[in-house]
Nanobody, 111 residues
Framework: QVQLVESGGGLVQPGGSLRLSCAAS????????MDWFRQAPGEQREVVAT???????DYADSVKGRFTISRDNTKNTVYLQMNSLKPEDTAVYYC?????WGQGTQVTVSS
């Protein structure tokens, strides 16, 4: 059974940083493209960042230059480093891979 478990969310002031983690189990992790999505209240879920099995990355325009996605295949974990956070980054962040969603972790950017 595939399972994705996110962690690292929380409350941060504008301009601050957070690092999200997503630990995967039940899959041959290194072979899969992994994504981070987010969903703000009243909004549709949107893709934030993608990393392929060969470590190619892609980002939504709204986070380019501020967010970095990475993966550690020895730990079956994908990360999202978020810097220069803005109030509009407030959302529930989800990990996605192997046709499976994580449970989500709340990120709130507020002073």
């Amino acid at each position: 059974q595939v399972q994705l478990v996110e962690s690292g969310g929380g409350l941060v002031q504008p301009g601050g940083s957070l690092r999200l983690s997503c630990a995967a189990s039940g899959i041959a992790f290194s072979y899969y493209t992994m994504d981070w999505f987010r969903q703000a209240p009243g909004e549709q879920r949107e893709v934030v960042a993608t990393i392929t099995s060969t470590h190619n990355t892609d980002y939504a325009d709204s986070v380019k230059g501020r967010f970095t996605i990475s993966r550690d295949n020895t730990k079956n974990t994908v990360y999202l480093q978020m810097n220069s956070l803005k109030p509009e980054d407030t959302a529930v962040y989800y990990c996605y891979g192997a046709r499976t969603w994580g449970q989500g972790t709340q990120v709130t950017v507020s002073s």
